[in-house]
Each structure stands twice: as C-alpha cells, then as structure tokens.
C-alpha cells in the first residue's frame, strides 16, 4: 500500500493508493445529499470499481479504483476531482429540480402529451398562473438583492423553521 | 458587484438572468425576452433607478423586465411560441439503410464498415417496419433521412423505402418528405433521376477545400471532392430544368471542422460560395462514431475553434453585405431565437432536446434508437439509448419508455446546474445523449462541457454584433432568421 495525498485537495478527504489504482474521497452526509454521492458514483462505473462505505456517522466514502489497475498519480487525482465536481453538481441539480418543478414538469408532460396525442396535465397554459416573477427572489446571481434583503423579506417563523445547518453553504452570510 | 451596484432592488426588475459581454450587459427574462445594456443601464436597472418615461425604461418594459409592469399574458404566450416544438411528437426518422461507406473519413462518426460487410445493410423488411413505427407519430409531417454509412450503397432498399413510404404516408393521410445524406460518390444518372423524380432532397459533405476534404475522406483511386462537386453541379443543374428556384433549390453540404479546417475558414467559405450552397454550419468535431480513435489529429481546444468561428463568421457576414447570400447555421438558428422569439427546432440546441422526442434512429438491424448519436453509441458498444426493435416495438410504448423520459427531463435547461443562471438559458440546449458521451451523465456538468463553451462563445459574438448594431449586420442577421420552406419536397396526401 503507498498512500498518496493530492494537491489542491484536504488530505484527510482524498486519499490515493498507486498499487491498488484507487482513490477514496470522504464525503460529507450533511453537505451531500446521498442521493447525489450515488448519481456521481455511477457515472464512474465504466472505468472503476466503485465502493460506497459509511467510515463514520455523518459520512460516506466513495473509492474509485481504476479497473485496468493501472492509474498514475495524474490519472488518480483526476478522478477524484471530476468525482468531487460531479457530486457538486449532482447536488446542486437536485435542489434546482425541486425548485423548478412546475416548469420542468410542465415541459416534460407537454412534450410526452405532444408525443402521445394526449392532452398535457399540465399543459403550457397552465403557466398562466405561474408567478415570473417571483422567481427573481431567488437570485442566483446575488445581483438583485442582497443576502441581508432576502432575509428580512421573510417572517420570523420562515426564518426559523429555514435556517440552514450548519455548515451548509448558506449557512455563514 | 456587477457593473458597481451598490444596493440592489428587490423591487424593481422582474426576473432575469445577466451575462457581461466585453463590456456591456446581455439581460435576458424566463421567456427571452432581452436587452443589451451598457454599465451605467445595468447600474441603474440592478438598483431600481431608472426615470419612468425614459429611453432606457421603454426598452426595459417592452423587455417585460419591470416587475411592476410585467405582463403575464404576454409572457406565457412567448414562452409558448418559443416551445412550439413540443406540439408534436418526432418527425425526423433516420434510417440507417447500411453501414458500407465507399469513403474513408478521419473522423468518420458514423461508424463505418468496409464495403464488403452486406451484413450492415438494412433489409426492405425493416425498412418497412420502420416507416410504419415513424407513421404511428400524431405529427401531421414526417421526414425520413436515409443516412449510413453511405445510402447509395443500399440504393436498391432506399428506393423500397420511398416507394412504400409514399403509399403508407398517403393512405394515413400525412404528409412526408424524404432526406439522403450522401457523399455522392456512387451516384449516377439513373439513381438521380429516380430521388428527383420523388422528390427526395439531397445533402452531402464538403470539408473545404480540394485538398483537405480529399485528405479527411478518402476514396480508392479518385478524388471524393471531385465526384461530390461533380453531383452538385448536375442535381443543382437539374433543379432548374425542373423548374424550381435555384435560390432556395439546391444542394446544401455539411461541414466537419477537423484542427487542420481552423486555419482555413475563408477558403472554406469560398469553396462553399462556389458550389453555390446557402448554408455553412460551422460546427464543431463531436465525439460519437470513431473520432475517438483519431482525437489527437483532429480535435482542438474550443477557444481555437472560437476564434475560428469569429473570424469565419466575420467574413461570411462581410460577404453578405457585398450582396453574397450565405448564412452561417449556428448564428441562424440562435439569432431566430433571440431575435424572432421563435425555435427553429434544431434537435440539438432545444430545450429538451430532441433525443426521442423529435428524432428516432433506425438501425440497419431494426434497432430504434433516440437520435443518431445514441445509434452510434450501440455502434461503439453503448446500448443506454436503445428503445426496442422495429416489428416489437409500439409507438406509444417507444413514446413512454422511461429512457425518453429521463432525457426530456434531463435535457431541459431549467433542471441544469449553470444553465439554470445563464442568460442564455432561453436560447439553448444541450443534448443529454451528448453529455452522457463526454461526462457520463445525461444532465452533464455545463462549465465543463465543450459543447456549452461553444453555445456561449458563439452567443457572446451574436450580442457582441447586436450590440455594435450595424444596420447592415443586423440586415444580414435579419435575413438570416427568415425559413424558407422547401414546399416541393413536401408531399402532401390528397
Ligand atoms: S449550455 Fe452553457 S450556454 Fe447554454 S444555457 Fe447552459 S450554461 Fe448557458
């Protein structure tokens, strides 16, 4: 076994063994969802073995290792940062999912209606009722308004019963 | 803060999504609906200090960007013309009629085989079997594109096809149209008149010049430029005996920009112009098919082919000024977009994309594919985008199957980490077949992908020039975003 650290990443979370080809990232519970640890995993699954493991309360770990055994340093720290995107973004797609339901829904439902020849439940008319502009309380960009605005846009109960976990990115304005 | 705002407005803008363009502020809503705005503009729209009764507050109302004027109504009806497209089920059916090729293409993305492999021609059965799935789509109009490998090498079971296409589309009371993409190589006079006594519309490939397209694709003994420009001539000679409008009838060819095409957009334009095609769509290498296998000769970094297509799109532009009549497709369909208000339905920059919900590929094993970049996946040994077999499969099953599901809801921009904050986010698309293929997912991570790098840059230029405001540009632009319809390849019943 040689251990192997990465630059660029936290060498208590990634960690590499060259004679096994594998890389391990320990990954945050309360950052990631687990639904987004195993979307990231699969899509590893044509070039690694993949192995989910549960080190600790509160976390889970992903070794990736190359199928072929063959991986280099180049190659390992590769993987484990395409791993580490791909879980970013895994996670973040599955909050604008939620977010944007309606109106992938109702796009999703036309083109399978307009597929089919039934009519959409929902349809695109339905959008009538959609607020356009509500969704600008949402801000991705942080340009319309500032985190102090947003805040105080809410009652306190929203406040409270919102308040993100610690940690959590949103969690230190 | 963007263009130094100090204290943003909740109040004032309406949603919207910002992108900075060499200085200036492309502001786009849900619906795209845009404005291009300069720092001080932007400044004042970010902080909700722009005068009612101003210049700058018209454009920002006739944007629908004013949260206290916005109108739903005219919202919704822009964000229904612009998905028009979802309408109607898949109208473009590729039939893989063989996978012979009598040429030899360094990039080939079809995945070739020698002319020897019969094996690899469709049969007149499952020909039939997959006109009669194309039939059962409720689209009014169906296209079938004979593809390959190379179509001629199987002439004789396209001519089936077409023949029993017509009856079929005829008796369902549909109208159809009939596409062949073909390197022209094995045409003659007999087959020729045969596709133009029906009506089939011709495609083929030119690489550029001599020179480079002979060197990208090769054929035994001869020059493929020269057999390709040989059947241009004579199918555009044809149109005119025939009595159509050579402006609008004629042969269009496809381009593949491989790294050596990057230094030589003019010439390629010229060759282009010479042929007397309309239409060059600069598009980029993709990674189905076999140019894997040769990426190190062919493939480049995407600012190079960036700056490619500035300086190339530049110069068709100038050309048009001078009165030439040639559009670049990338731009067209964008600017139809963003200008018109309208999609011009290209499969791949939709959102969602057009993978089996617009486009389904037949093999010529009757195999049925969503799009034919999934067909090519089966061909390099993926099999994620596999539907079911002609003969098996019902329209409606293929219609449903979870697979076309996931890719709509994959595909669609407001579902995609980056796209959901673009700007250009009403304007593009990104296939999820695609990103499967370079990032092994179907939703794909945007800020890695080529093909978003591609999307933004070309959009950057297109805002660029919309800024800048040319009356000529914008004359060229305008006329750019006009579809002619090619009525007479369509053949209605009745
Ligand atoms: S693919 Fe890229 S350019 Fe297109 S909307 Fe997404 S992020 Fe923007």
Redesign the pocket.
């Given at each position: 076994m040689s251990t192997l650290m990465f630059e660029g990443f936290p060498k208590d979370l990634v960690v590499g063994d060259l004679a096994d080809g594998s890389v391990t990232l320990t990954v945050d519970a309360a950052v990631y969802p687990l639904e987004a640890v195993y979307g990231a995993a699969y899509i590893f699954i044509d070039r690694c073995f993949v192995l989910l493991d549960r080190p600790k309360a509160g976390s889970v770990s992903v070794t990736l290792t190359d199928k072929k055994g063959a991986a280099d340093a180049g190659a390992l720290r590769q993987m484990a940062g395409e791993f580490a995107n791909e879980l970013l973004t895994q996670a973040w797609r599955q909050k604008i999912v939620e977010e944007n339901r309606v109106l992938l829904e109702t796009v999703t439902m036309q083109a399978l209606a307009g597929a089919t020849a039934t009519p959409a439940e929902p349809s695109l008319d339905d959008l009538a009722n959609f607020d356009f502009t509500e969704e600008a309380f949402d801000d991705p960009l942080g340009i319309a308004m500032s985190w102090e605005e947003k805040y105080k846009k809410k009652t306190p109960a929203e406040v409270a019963g919102e308040a993100p976990a610690e940690g959590a990115p949103e969690g230190k304005p | 803060m963007l263009a130094g705002i100090e204290k943003p407005s909740v109040t004032f803008p309406a949603f919207f999504r910002v992108r900075e363009v060499s200085g200036s502020f492309v502001v786009t809503n849900a619906q795209g609906d845009w404005v291009v705005l300069t720092a001080p503009e932007f400044k004042a729209f970010g902080e909700g200090t722009v005068e009612r009764g101003t210049d700058l507050w018209d454009r920002l109302k006739v944007a629908n960007l004013i949260r206290s004027e916005f109108d739903v109504p005219a919202a919704v009806a822009r964000l229904k013309k612009r998905m028009k497209f979802l309408e109607n089920g898949p109208n473009l059916h590729m039939l893989i009629v063989t996978l012979r090729c009598n040429e030899t293409c360094v990039y080939c993305h079809a995945s070739r085989a020698d002319m020897e492999a019969v094996q690899t021609d469709m049969s007149a059965e499952v020909a039939e079997k997959s006109i009669e799935l194309a039939l059962g789509s409720p689209s009014p109009f169906i296209t079938i594109e004979f593809q390959g490998g190379e179509p001629l090498v199987n002439f004789k079971v396209v001519k089936h096809a077409i023949e029993y296409g017509q009856r079929r589309a005829l008796e369902v009371g549909k109208s159809i149209e009939f596409t062949m993409v073909s390197n022209l190589a094995l045409m003659d006079e007999e087959k020729l008149s045969f596709l133009l006594d029906h009506k089939v519309q011709i495609c083929t490939s030119i690489d550029g010049p001599e020179h480079l397209h002979d060197k990208q694709r090769k054929l035994i003994a001869s020059s493929a430029f020269k057999a390709a420009v040989h059947w241009i001539n004579r199918i555009n000679q044809a149109y005119i005996e025939r009595g159509l409008d050579p402006s609008l009838y004629h042969v269009e060819a496809l381009l593949t920009t491989t790294r050596e095409a990057l230094s030589r957009g003019r010439e390629i334009v010229d060759t282009y112009k010479s042929l007397g095609c309309r239409a060059l769509h600069l598009r980029p290498i993709d990674p189905f098919g076999f140019v894997e296998k040769t990426a190190s000769r062919v493939e480049y970094p995407r600012e190079e082919y960036l700056k490619f297509y500035r300086d190339t799109t530049d110069y068709i532009i100038e050309l048009n000024k001078k009165g030439e009549q040639i559009l670049e497709r990338y731009a067209a369909i964008f600017l139809t977009k963003i200008l018109n208000g309208e999609d011009p339905n290209f499969l791949d920059i939709r959102s969602p994309s057009g993978a089996g919900i617009s486009a389904i590929a037949y093999n010529y094993d009757g195999l049925v594919f969503a799009g034919d970049e999934a067909r090519m996946m089966h061909e390099t040994g993926d099999d994620t985008f596999l539907l079911g077999r002609v003969g098996e499969l019902t329209y409606d099953a293929m219609m449903k199957h979870p697979t076309i599901r996931s890719l709509v809801l994959a595909s669609n921009?407001n579902g995609?980490p980056?796209?959901v904050n673009?700007a250009?986010?009403p304007y593009?698309?990104?296939d999820g077949v695609h990103t499967y293929k370079t990032q092994g997912s179907i939703s794909g991570r945007?800020r890695e992908?080529t093909?978003?790098a591609v999307?933004?840059g070309i959009?950057d230029y297109l805002f660029e020039k919309i800024r800048e405001n040319d009356p000529g540009t914008m004359e060229v632009f305008r006329r750019w975003t006009i579809n002619r319809a090619r009525d007479h390849f369509v053949q209605v019943p009745g």
């Open positions: - | 921009v995609r980056d796209c673009c250009y986010n593009c698309g990104v945007m992908s093909v978003s999307h933004k959009m």
